[in-house]
């Protein structure tokens, strides 16, 4: 049951151009999301998060919206640049808790974002 | 920031091996956990740790154990490595809400 989807295997987009990055998921109950970029070889990093209280959240070039009635998750990229090529993982977390009183994290599948030069 | 690191970036063994995948992290963070990062599949949490020698289980934890003896340091045991092992292994540490990734262990079983 997965829980946390990005349907987009792959995404192409010309440098300078917006990228588009979306997420879904399944339980109302998620409070918290995250978006994470991950290089080949390396360990993904965190890039931006938004909490359920909030529909917008910037950082330079990158803007996560939120829309819960939707279930629906965006990562906007702009502008694109060739150094943005990566894997980009969301994640989401909330209730319930697990047995120690720790939040899950549940990641989605990722989109492997190419921005071309 | 926080710095986790893994032992090995790139691992080959054997079927039947026991494995040992270590994990250290510099700041005084609870939560240690370990994925693996697999095409099509994303990142599935395997066990994680909220404390040390405290422990839980996550989505996949079969065929895996682990140990928290000191708090910067958690290890992923492969008890009798099989070929369906064959992963990218990632170990954080999270800080609240944010957590942070080490570069991740590449393990081959053959």
């Known amino acids: 049951d997965q829980q946390v989807k990005q349907n987009s295997p792959s995404l192409s987009v010309q440098e300078g151009r917006i990228s588009i990055l979306n997420c879904d998921y399944t339980?109302?109950?998620?409070?918290?999301f995250l978006w994470y970029k991950k290089y080949p070889a390396e360990g993904p990093t965190f890039l931006i998060s938004?909490?359920?209280?909030?529909d917008k959240n910037e950082d330079g070039r990158f803007t996560v919206f939120l829309n819960k009635s939707a279930k629906h998750l965006s990562l906007h990229i702009v502008p694109s640049q060739p150094g943005d090529s990566a894997v980009y993982f969301c994640a989401a977390s909330g209730p319930p808790r697990t047995t120690s009183g720790t939040y899950k994290y549940i990641f989605g599948t990722g989109t492997r974002l190419k921005v071309l030069a | 920031d926080v710095k986790v690191t893994q032992s090995s970036r790139y691992l080959v063994k054997r079927t039947g091996e026991k494995v040992f995948l270590e994990c250290v992290q510099d700041m005084d963070h609870e939560n240690m956990f370990w994925y693996r990062q697999d095409p099509g599949l994303g990142l599935r949490l395997i066990y994680f740790?909220?404390?040390?020698?405290?422990?839980e289980k996550g989505d996949i934890p079969e065929g895996y154990s682990v140990s928290r003896e000191k708090k910067e340091r958690f290890s992923l045991i492969l008890e009798s490595a099989s070929t369906n092992q064959t992963s990218m292994y990632l170990c954080?540490?999270?800080?609240?809400?944010?957590?942070?990734f080490g570069p991740g262990t590449r393990l081959t079983v053959t």
């Open positions: 740790s909220y404390d040390v020698k405290m422990k």
């Open positions: 938004i909490s359920s209280i909030k």
């Open positions: 339980n109302s109950m998620f409070d918290y």
């Open positions: 954080a540490a999270r800080d609240n809400y944010e957590q942070y």
